[in-house]
């Protein structure tokens, strides 16, 4: 397809632009060929018109589809040129932050002037191992390809970090070293890594300044060789540097500082230590005062110097030397002060007098006067004579910085020596990556020496770096095997030429500087005459001739001579440098060896004169110029043998303002940096690739289903053949397709034209539907409406004639209606007045009859008044004097009876007669109950024959009320019948009286029953009090469950605090064993060492004492048995290089054993403190209940009391509105009805009075109860002065009294609740009895009920199923059945074989009793009789073991290697019990305590400790020997917890275990021991574990996409992700396989399921965060469709844990970040709903995971939209306030902290046999 053809309507081009270099404009009509311009529309809505060069043609660049914008690849978009370039840039810098881009084979860095969180040891873990393009493009991504192609290809690597000043040059390499030394060990003692990172910051304060454009501008090269050994591992480093710029030394201009070094110093002058240097402040020294620029801002200088003065330290440079470092430095700041002064035309002279220059001697240690002489004065030598001259102040002040240069140059070279020499490693180099921080290309106002040798350098650079991107276009069209043609590219060797060929620049200068009398001016004209004709490269310019314009490759650029031969000779004065070297100072010294070798081996060479030596000497010197050639044809050398990577760091603005892009600024550098170059190459070629299977997948909606094959290459073939039909387009190759510049927009535009006319066929089809629809809709309304409309007018045409007709009827009747109201009134006014005469004569009448009936009342009363009053004061004076007579009486007989009673027959007397009251007092009260029977009869009687007589008069009121009614009707309807209703009224006032005494007697009845109800309510009012007072109480215990409730809390946030402890003791427990195993390496390293040179000398270890901590014996405290044996020798010899290693590592030891103490201290309080308040609340509780019980008693007794009288009432209530009896009950005030009163009442207080004896008796129960526990914790606070009223105070019948007076009651109620208690154990046996019979019965019942609903359910099932179905069915049924009936069987078995040894056990020892019992009998009977022996047959008993295995002293290696070191896990775990080996040492371990052995014990633990130990380091890695090994750890520890003898382990355990108890030795220390052991061992299985998944993780959550056609991936550029082939593919389902293998192998070997459940939320925790890590740096990730399979592969993972019922571990909330990332790549994103539905959805992700997601949002189809910059800005305003981590990535190496749950074990040990296949013959069954 020819490129005209895409310049249609709507199509996007780009124009030229001065300001924003290029800018977006859109055709608004088709360009036809030969038109001559384009009618073009700005993105601000501004039409223009562009015009097309007709000599040319050439049209605007194309603009490349929106879904290609923002890739990570430049390559990967369809138009490769200058504008996409730039633009792809800005969008993915300004709109994404992201400051990576891959250009090919080029990592675009550009300079955010921001901190940003990707650079922590997370992302670095994230990118290791990963391929290149699979993950975003970052620095790391290019470190990684160059460790991974150094391992792999066994070849040398660089990495190129090129730029100009600013733009981050130096950061980028310090971050490619860091990553260098985290992902590779360091081999040696000291840690190599850090090593290498601590020479940056010494390197960035001598080499780095502030410059106008870069605060931290890197003013030398430098190319930095990381030295590994053949594990890949880094051993050293070695630095190279280049053209360090000794010239700021002396001059910085305006805005520009000194090197960093200074400041420091000056900025820490107040130290005691740099007193003697006498500094002050940076502008009391002229060379730090230059630049009006001393601060920076953000850095603090003092810090700085700290910092260097550590690195110094680390890389072995001692405090001494560094302050001579260091006053060297001070010195030359003094130098910069040393004022010159100008006696005449050509002399000058320096004061003696000059502080500064005193000063500067003193430091160095050379005499001032000399120096001062030579700094004024110079030596010529001639061949016969020498002479001093004097200089001018110019030259002397030139000389003087001369000096300053040449001392900084050569402190700065011997640093750079020292640094190598530290990093120089003893170990053979086997590779290297070197990493080259190097100026980029320079281009000033003024341009001299330093920017010729750096645009020099650049020239080089680029010239390798064009070759080496040819080279890969080559290999890689030769790997397709595809026909290529040459590609033209730019060659820059007529510049390289220019400079350093023969008679070049630089030849020509070395000339010039060769010359007694040359000068820049002469070689200027050289130049000029030698290199214009020879060179197009070269140019004068026009206005000048000290000047010359060199055309690079870049741009072209003019250098001023001046200065060009001063700075490439770089002499410096001889005879100062003599007197330096004349110092007495050391370091000084060590400065100019150099010099002095040089000079001794000229002088060797040629012997002769001095003045020969000398000019020998000066003429072998070499110049700048001249160095700088051949170390930089050293690199290339050293570039060209090794594999290049290139970072090109872009500087995007001047401004340095982050995150805002330049254009202006940023093209110019990408033309100098060749990255245009690069894209130029790939678009002369096939710049886009793609697999067969990705275009494919892409282009799948442009073939028809029968152009799809089986063949997949051949399809595309057709496919391709069919749409393009320029073969040069496109090439076939052998695994991908390559197309030109512009064919896969082309590709992308059918595949968007197909999607359109797709979308609108369905919209056209949809929209045909909705209307249709809508006609439908409306018709089906119209109608409607018409039938409704028709309806309702029918209704009103109705509702018309109905009205027509009511409106007669209605008058008719109102007529009627208004004569018969007028006729009614009159009659009614006429009755009206007859009744008020009438009501009027009687009411007079019947006021007299009342008042004189009152008069007779009150006259009878006050009599009656006055005769009671004079009887009871006569009756009072009786009472008196009786009482007096019979209290003298009374008196006499106590006395007398005082008398008899201390006599014996008194008592006598009372015993006899005790019986005999007993029986009449329970005759008694057998007779009062038949009483209270037969006047509660009577009562019923009663009660009926008043209900019958209430009933009577009911029904005669009602008969009256009728036949009123009656004759009112008649009367209304016949008015001549007046006189009739008069007789009818008479009567009815006769029925009225009768009603009103009938209501009198009523309300007789009702206030009867009122008093009844008061009393009632009286005590309802008492109860109502006391169960005031009971809520109260109520309240209180409410008070006090809060309280305890806040205890509780508290003891949640202890615990709380407790696992945060846990957590934290762990980690250190897991730093402490990493010390450890380095330990253990360090003394394995020595001891190889050693046995190299001495043989024959051996070491043993101590016995690990119990007493000691576990890190004493990694640290090797070691005890020789034997003080002559040669170990102890050699221990005296150990070399004094581990001493500093075992010293820190002991410190570090004592502070975790402190810690460890005191967590364990602070643990055992806060139990104690939880174990008091649990005790004083449970005594509190116990007290009350107590109170509370009497108050029931009181509340039960009040209850029951209430219920009677509320049945008493309702029967009463009963008996007065009944009437269905015919019997009439007694007249009230009748003789009948009276006794039936008294006995009623003497019933009831024959009741009350039984009632309180009955509360008495309760009462002084409860309260002997109460007496008991008074002296007990439990008794504290009982109240025991109970209200019990005495029987004094009772108010009783004296009868009684006598009764009760010698306790004859209370002791016939002892006897009576004696048998009551009897009664009730014999009912509450019986009630067990019976509810564990309907147990059972239930239980049958269910049973059946459930095997019948079966039945019935396979016999639905089975009419449904076919007759072979049928009978499979059956089968299975009865299948299951019988399995059932055998499981119940067995379980009956088990129980009776169980039942069968006790019973065996019991009978052998009634068998031993029995034979011991007879054998002593006959021992008695006949001691020395002997009967004659005879041969009988002697049977083995059953014998009864123990549980115990005896072994000899000294066994304990050959047991636990034949038990733990040799043993094979998986054969123990599939043929025997899980923990058999625990079980094995543990019975050893009760053995060794049995025969009290405290050696055996220590020695068989700390042996099986190490030994453990021992597997677990060597088969660590094996998941299934650490888990074996977990298991048994724990259950050996649980067993030392079971078997311990603590009272709350043997109240779990049964008899039969707490017989195997240890009973010598107390190992809770050992619990300890094995419980670190125990975290060590799952810690490493954590670690064994992640190492399998790690690389399944990413490859089954993300990897796989099923999903084609629409949702196809885009192309991803040259660096295309890691595609595996289909049949390779890594899914879910087997990561779930390998979840399913771990949990099977930890269910067979019995480990606990507590630490199952931890393990599987730790595993799905290393899912979710290496999952979400991937998607958080990976752009091609983060789509919908990808979002669809994260939930997806999410649900199967939370599926498996609900198979395997873990739904309660925990892990399904680990997933949860995991899945909300999922849900926020499908969620809509546009609105502000949308974002506040994100803020609340995401609540397990963090702002910057979120806003992270969010940018990376890519979309697979045009149809979708990015997410816009104001939506992610409203998303972080939403969120600011939200307080939450910042971090970007998961830890995926937290472990969570381990809790191990005691569970005791159900084992037998004397059951327990040792199998014959573990070699353990030695062991014997005890």
Known sequence: MAASELYTKNARVWLPDAAEVWKSAELIRDHAPGDLTLSLQLDDGTEVEYKIDPKTNELPPLRNPNILVGENDLTALSYLHEPAVLHNLKVRFVDSRSIYTYCGIVLVAINPYESLAIYEADIISAYHGQNMGDMDPHIFAVAEEAYKCMARDQRNQSIIVSGESGAGKTVSAKYAMRYFATVSCSFGEANVEERVLASSPIMEALGNAKTIRNDNSSRFGKYIEILFDKKHRIIGANMRTYLLEKSRVVFQAHGERNYHIFYQLCASSHLPEFKAFKLGCTDDFHCTNQGQSRLIGGVDDAREMCNTRKAFSLLGINESVQMELYQILAAILHLSNVEVKDQSGDRSSIL??????????????????????????????????????PVPKMNAVNGRDALAKHIYSRLFSWIVDSINGALKSAVKQHSFIGVLDIYGFETFDVNSFEQFCINYANEKLQQQFNQHVFKLEQEEYMKEEIPWTLIDFYDNQP???????????????????????????????????????????????????????????????????????????????????????????????????????????????????????????????????????????????????????????????????????????????????????????????????WTYQEFFSRYRVLMKQKDVLSDRKQTCR??????????????????????????????????????????????????????????????????????????????????????????????????????????????????????????????????????????????????????????????????????????????????????????????????????????????????????????????????????????????????????????????????????????????????????????????????????????????????????????????????????????????????????????????????????????????????????????????????????????????????????????????????????????????????????????????????????????????????????????????????????????????????????????????????????????????????????????????????????????????????????????????RSTGIHTLNEDGELWLAYEGLKETNRLLEQQMQKQKRVHGEESKKMLEELNKLRSEKEQQQKMLAQSLLLTEDARVEASLKHEIMRLTNDNLEFMDQKEKQDKTIRKLKKQLKIYVKRVEEFEASAKLKSNPTATSPVRAVNITRKEKDYCGMLEYREGEESRLLKALVTDLKPRGVAVNFIPGLPAYIIFMCLRYADSVNSDQRVSALLNSTISSIKGVIKRRGNDFEVVSFWLANTCRLMHCLKQYSGEEAIMKQNNAKQNEHCLTNFELSEYQQVLGDLVIQIYRQLIKCMENILQPLIVASMLEPETSQGILGSIQAGLRKRSILPEEGAVTVDILLQHLDHFYTIMSQQGMDPGLIRQVVKQQYYIICADTLNQLLLRKDMCSWSKGLQIRYNVWQLQEWLTDRQLTDCGAKETLEPLRQAAQLLQINKKTEADAQAICTLCTALNTAQIVKVLMLYTPVIEFEERVSTAFITTIKYILKDREESSALMMDTKMIFSITTVYTPSSVALETLQVPASLSLSFLTRV
């Open 718 to 1291: 057709n496919l391709m053949e069919k749409l393009i039909k320029d073969q040069d387009k496109y090439q076939f190759g052998k695994n991908k397709i390559f197309f030109r510049a512009g064919q896969v927009a082309y590709m992308e535009k059918l595949r968007s034209d197909k999607l359109r006319l797709a979308c609108v066929r369905i919209q056209k089809t949809i929209r045909c539907w909705l209307a249709r629809s809508k006609y439908l809709r409306m018709r089906q309304s119209a109608i409607t409406v018409q039938r409704y409309v028709r309806g309702h007018q029918a209704r009103s045409y109705v509702n018309l004639l109905r009205g027509t007709r009511a409106a007669l009827v209605i008058q008719k009747y109102v007529r009627m209606w208004i004569a018969r109201r007028r006729f009614q009134q009159q009659r009614s006014a006429a009755i009206t007045i007859q009744c008020f005469m009438r009501s009027y004569m009687a009411r007079q009448q019947f006021y007299k009859l009342i008042f004189d009936q009152k008069a007779a009342v009150i006259q009878r009363c006050v009599k009656g008044w006055l005769v009671r009053r004079r009887y009871r004061r006569t009756l009072a004076a009786v009472v008196l004097l009786q009482s007096c007579v019979r209290r003298w009486r009374a008196k006499k007989e106590f006395r007398k009876l005082k008398v008899e009673a201390r006599s014996a027959e008194h008592f006598k007397k009372l015993n006899v007669g005790m019986e005999n009251k007993i029986l009449q007092l329970q005759h008694k009260i057998n007779e009062q109950h038949k009483e209270n029977r037969e006047l509660s009869d009577r009562l019923h009687v009663v009660e009926k024959t008043l209900c019958t007589e209430r009933e009577k008069q009911s029904s005669e009121i009602g008969n009256l009320v009728r036949s009123e009614q009656e004759a009112r009707a008649k009367a209304g309807r016949v008015p001549s019948l007046l006189e009739q209703l008069s007789f009818l009224q008479h009567e009815l006032e006769d029925t009225r009286r009768e009603k009103q005494e009938l209501e009198e007697q009523t309300k007789v009845d009702k206030e009867q029953t009122q008093r009844v109800i008061e009393g009632m309510n009286k005590k309802n009012s008492l109860l109502n009090s006391e169960k005031d007072e009971l809520s109260k109480q109520i309240l209180e215990h409410s008070q006090q469950l809060s309280d305890a409730r806040t205890t509780d809390e508290h003891t949640r946030q202890m615990e709380k605090s407790l696992s945060e402890e846990r957590s934290r003791y762990q980690s250190l427990l897991s730093e402490h064993l990493h010390l450890e195993e380095q330990h253990r390496d360090l003394k394995e390293e020595m001891t190889l060492t050693k046995s190299a040179s001495q043989s024959g000398q051996q070491r043993t270890n101590s016995s690990y004492s119990s007493n000691s901590s576990e890190l004493s014996q990694s640290l090797g405290s070691t005890e020789d048995e034997d003080d002559d044996s040669p170990g102890q020798a050699e221990d005296e010899a150990q070399p004094t290089v581990e001493l500093p290693v075992l010293l820190k590592l002991q410190r570090r030891v004592k502070e975790l054993e402190q810690d460890k103490q005191s967590l364990w201290q602070q643990l055992d309080k806060k139990e104690e403190v939880q174990q008091e308040k649990a005790k004083a609340v449970e005594e509190h509780q116990s007290v009350c209940r107590a109170e509370l019980d009497l108050e029931k008693l009181k509340r039960q007794e009040l209850q029951s009391d209430n219920k009677r009288l509320k049945q008493d009432l309702s029967e009463l209530r009963k008996s007065l509105t009944c009437e269905s009896s015919d019997a009439m009950p007694p007249a009230p005030g009748s003789l009948p009805y009276n006794i039936l009163l008294e006995q009623l009442s003497s019933s009831n207080d024959e009741l009350d009075m039984r009632k309180e004896e009955v509360l008495l008796l309760r009462s002084h129960m409860v309260r002997q109860e109460a007496l008991k526990h008074k002296n007990s914790a439990l008794g504290e606070g009982v109240n025991l002065d109970l209200d019990m009223p005495s029987y004094q105070d009772v108010d």
């Open 352 to 389: 003696p007098s000059d502080v500064h220059l005193k000063v500067f001697c003193e430091l160095l240690g050379v005499p001032c006067e000399e120096m001062a002489h030579w700094l004024c004065h110079k030596k010529l030598k001639t061949a016969t004579e020498t002479y001093v001259k």
């Open 495 to 689: 510049c390289i030429d220019l400079i350093e060929a023969k008679l070049g620049v630089l030849d020509l200068l070395d000339e010039e500087c060769k010359m007694p009398k040359g000068s820049d001016v002469t070689w200027a004209q050289k130049l000029y005459n030698t290199l214009l004709k020879q060179s197009a490269q070269f140019e004068k310019p026009r206005l000048s001739n000290q000047a010359f314009i060199i055309h690079h490759f870049a741009d072209k650029v003019e250098y001023q001579c001046e200065g060009f031969l001063e700075k490439n000779k770089d002499t410096v004065n001889q005879e100062q440098i003599n007197v330096l070297k004349n110092s007495k100072f050391d370091l000084l010294l060590k400065l100019f060896e150099d010099d002095e070798k040089a000079a001794s081996s000229a002088v060797l060479k040629r012997p002769g004169t001095v003045g020969r030596a000398s000019r020998s000497q000066r003429e072998n010197k070499k110049t700048v110029g001249l160095q700088f050639r051949q170390s930089l044809h050293l690199l290339m050398d050293t570039l060209n043998a090794t594999t290049p990577h290139y970072v090109r760091c872009i500087k995007p603005n001047d401004l340095k303002a982050s995150f805002i892009l330049d254009p202006v600024r940023t093209i110019q550098q990408l033309r100098a940096c060749g990255i245009l170059e690069t894209v130029r190459i790939s678009a002369a070629g096939f710049p886009s690739r």
